[in-house]
C-alpha cells in the first residue's frame, strides 16, 4: 500500500470516529430530551426546570463528546486532561462564587422531587416555631425563587417571590383547599370598593 493510499485510510479512519462521536452524542441528546419530557409528564415537572436540567447535560454531552473528538484526533492525552482540570478549576471558582445561586437550584430539585407543596397549593412560610409568615398561593416554581399570590382584603393583586433556599431553612403549613385566611381576604374585596377588580391567580 503506497503512503498516500495509507495516509488517506487513516484520515478516513479519523473522520470515521469523529462521526461516531458526533452521532453519539447526538443519540444521547435526544434520549435525553424524550427520557425529560416522559418524566415531567410523570411527575408534573415546571416546564422552565425541565429544560434547564436538559440544557446542562445536553452541555455535559457535548464537552466529553468534544475531549473525546480531540483525543482521537491526536492530541496529547495530557493536553486534554490539562483541559479537563482547567474546566473543574473554573467549575469550583463560579461554584463558590455563585453558592447562594446554586444552593437555589439545588432546592428547586428537593421541591420538585419530594413535593412538600405543588402548584397552586396555600402555603405558609413560619418566621419562627408557630410564628405567621409569608403565605400566599403558589403559581409558579423555578431554579431560584417560588412564586406566590398574596391575597388581600383591598383586592390588590400581588406577588412574592420566596427564594427556594427559604423552605428548607424555616417550616412550611400547606392547604390542598382554600384557606379561611384566602377566603376572608377574596370576600372582604368583593365587598370592597376594589371588589370588581379581584381575579383568581392566573396560570402561568
Known sequence: MSPT???AAYI???LGEALAILAGAWLLTTLLRHLLRRLSTRYELAPAFAIGVRRVLNTLIYIAALLLLLNRLGIEGSVVWTTLTGFVAVGAVAFFAAWS?????FCALLILTTRPFRLYDYIEVLEGGDKPGLRGRVVDINFIFTTLQESHASGEDTVLQVPNSQFFQRSTRRWREEPEWS???REKAADGPHGSDWQEPAVR
Open 5 to 7: 493510499i495509507a495516509h
Open 101 to 105: 445561586v446554586l444552593s437555589n437550584i
Open 12 to 14: 478516513a479512519a479519523r
Open 183 to 185: 377566603r376572608t381576604a
